[in-house]
């Protein structure tokens, strides 16, 4: 009994310290109060893909997807992107990624995980990050010992 309150006194504990250190989108406003919200970001709609970061980034969609349906009986993305219609549409192929079950076996069909691609895929736009990183892209980091392979 002891220790479960002393547990709990810890959690309230951190939880108030950390409630504390983390801005929230809402400005650390309190709950009664109304915040001026940033303006919606832009959607970028120019067609060009951008490079990814890492390689196993789902890449952000260059194009517009306004009204492109996906539910159970459509999937507006797959019109274009599933293997078989590429050729005539030029989209990027879905990757093999995306045909394999949580066991790694190859489904015929895309997997369900993978079948709300808006899960995953979000568009292009000019939103400047909301935290600030200090990541660097590994191609960065190759630079200094220059890859032939590149
Ligand atoms: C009318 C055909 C069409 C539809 C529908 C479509 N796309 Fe595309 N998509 C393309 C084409 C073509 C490209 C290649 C770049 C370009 O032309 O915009 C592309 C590029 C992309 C890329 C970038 C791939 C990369 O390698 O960088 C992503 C991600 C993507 N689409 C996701 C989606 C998602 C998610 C949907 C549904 C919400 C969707 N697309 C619907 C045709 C389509
Ligand atoms: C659970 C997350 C997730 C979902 C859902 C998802 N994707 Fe992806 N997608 C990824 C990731 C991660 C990658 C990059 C790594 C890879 O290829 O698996 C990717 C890669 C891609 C690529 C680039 C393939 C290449 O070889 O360059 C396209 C195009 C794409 N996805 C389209 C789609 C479409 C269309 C859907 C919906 C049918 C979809 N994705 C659903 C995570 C997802």
Known sequence: MMLRILACAIL???ATVLSQN???LRKQAALDQEVTT?????EITNDLKVSRNYPMQPPIIPHNIRDYQIDLNVNTCLACHSRRKVTNTQ?????VTHYMDRDGNFLAAVSPRRYFCTQCHVSQTDAAPLVGNSFVDVKELMAVSK???E
């Open 12 to 14: 309230l504990f951190s």
């Open 22 to 24: 983390v801005a929230t």
């Open 38 to 42: 940033e303006p919606i970001a832009n």
């Open 91 to 95: 989209a990027t192929m879905v990757s």
């Open 147 to 149: 890859n032939e392979n």
